[in-house]
């Protein structure tokens, strides 16, 4: 996205509102969607070279706390991101890792398992100049012949109404 790669989730950085968007049963068939807001607020780490984002998930059965980790690592141009869920203090989820293409969007992968079964997990950022950042997650139970999208998160300034 950057002549410099390591600054690709810049236009992160800062405090949002976030709308999400999550399906309730993944790769089940299902159809159905909860919605619900939450906070975010991210920063450099890592002398730049990552970020951290704190957030606060306003479920509709009680709020979480949750923390994303991303680090660029110069010699693969390549970021990790890693998840780590507040009801779940003990377990670092799998990193996916990618990055951005020039058109800004930023394309991430792992493999990893649901309900005990292989899957494979994309992260797509969408952070495309003049637009409010997105996020997607989707899952791929036949090895990215198709995806399902379970999640989207729609980032709005936190001064912004």
Known sequence: MSANPS?????????WRVSHRRLNHRL???QDWTE???LSSARLVLGGQGNLDENLLHLPGGSYRALTLRSYDPAS???????????????????VRGGFDADGVGSFYADDQ???RPIRVR????????????????????GGQSWE?????????????
């Open 77 to 95: 141009r390549t970021w990790a991101i890693w998840w780590l869920d507040g009801r779940h203090p003990g377990q670092l989820d799998v990193p």
């Open 114 to 116: 649901l309900d005990g």
């Open 123 to 142: 992260f797509l950022w969408l952070a495309r100049t003049g637009q409010a950042p997105r996020w997607e997650q989707a899952f791929s139970a036949d």
């Open 7 to 15: 600054h690709d989730f810049d236009f992160l950085i800062g405090d």
């Open 149 to 161: 999208t379970n999640w989207t998160m729609d980032f709005h300034p936190q001064g912004e109404q």
């Open 36 to 38: 619900f807001d939450g």
């Open 28 to 30: 089940a068939g299902c």
